[in-house]
């Protein structure tokens, strides 16, 4: 079956180190996204990408990094200069005949955790 | 600029009561409207959309949504609740003629279902 894979489910990261979500995608859509969930704040965006070698950055970017070298693959570093880094990351993905049935087709999530 | 709100955190309902979460938008010209519903520690799955034609429309799992141009609003309704509808509902937005702009979130509504 089609569909997009976030692994892991959970991570937990120590203070001042580099971590990597990983977003794995099957549905051979063009463009991917990562959006931050935090309670009560719904979904910030974070980074996309509408082509292999292209990224736009979102609203919250700041101690994120990503690359699109694979179009089934977008995978999300955290920094260590995101000081606030604990929240649920959600990665999706678009067709390119924009909406497609769903409009955006969403991973499960990772939930990153600092220790 | 492309905004959503959802004006309210938390709606509570009766089973078997009929149900309705608001969403009013901003955009400029005509919009994509979306509902996703998430359910814990999953990613958000499509509910419904509104692209152009009849304002009612019909969605997953016996919910529907009503596009309300003059009154810039999306709200989700259901005839009768059920305790499995609890969850978190997102509605999203983007402009009709924006390129490959990213879906705007509003900050979900979570809704509870008392048996």
């Known amino acids: 079956d089609g569909g997009i894979t976030q692994s892991p489910k959970y991570l937990f990261r120590k203070e001042g180190q580099n971590v990597t979500l990983s977003c794995e995608q099957n549905?051979?859509?063009?463009?991917m996204y990562w959006y931050r969930q935090d309670p009560g704040q719904g979904l910030r965006l974070i980074y996309y990408?509408?082509?292999?070698?292209?990224?736009q950055k979102g609203d919250i970017a700041e101690g994120y990094s990503v690359s699109r070298e694979k179009k089934e693959s977008f995978p999300l570093t955290v920094t260590s200069a995101q000081k606030n880094p604990t929240a649920f990351y959600l990665c999706?993905?678009?067709?390119?005949?924009?909406?497609?049935?769903?409009?955006?087709?969403f991973g499960s999530g990772t939930r990153l955790t600092v220790v | 600029a492309q905004s959503v709100a959802q004006p309210e955190d938390q709606v509570n309902v009766a089973e078997g009561n009929p149900l309705t979460v608001k969403c009013t938008y901003s955009?400029?010209?005509?919009?994509?409207l979306f509902w996703y519903v998430q359910y814990p520690n999953r990613g958000l799955q499509f509910l419904l959309k509104?692209?152009?034609?009849?304002?009612l429309v019909k969605g997953s799992y016996g919910f529907e949504a009503e596009f309300n141009k003059s009154q810039t609003s999306f709200h989700l309704k259901k005839p009768s609740a059920l305790v499995s509808d609890s969850a978190l509902y997102f509605c999203?937005?983007?402009?009709?003629?924006?390129?490959?702009?990213?879906?705007?979130f509003g900050k979900g509504t979570r809704l509870s279902v008392i048996a």
């Open positions: 999203a937005v983007r402009a009709l003629n924006s390129g490959n702009t990213p879906l705007v």
């Open positions: 955009v400029s010209g005509n919009p994509y």
């Open positions: 999706a993905s678009t067709p390119h005949t924009w909406p497609g049935d769903y409009g955006y087709t």
């Open positions: 509104y692209i152009t034609g009849d304002n």
């Open positions: 990408s509408q082509i292999v070698n292209d990224f």
């Open positions: 549905l051979n859509h063009d463009a």
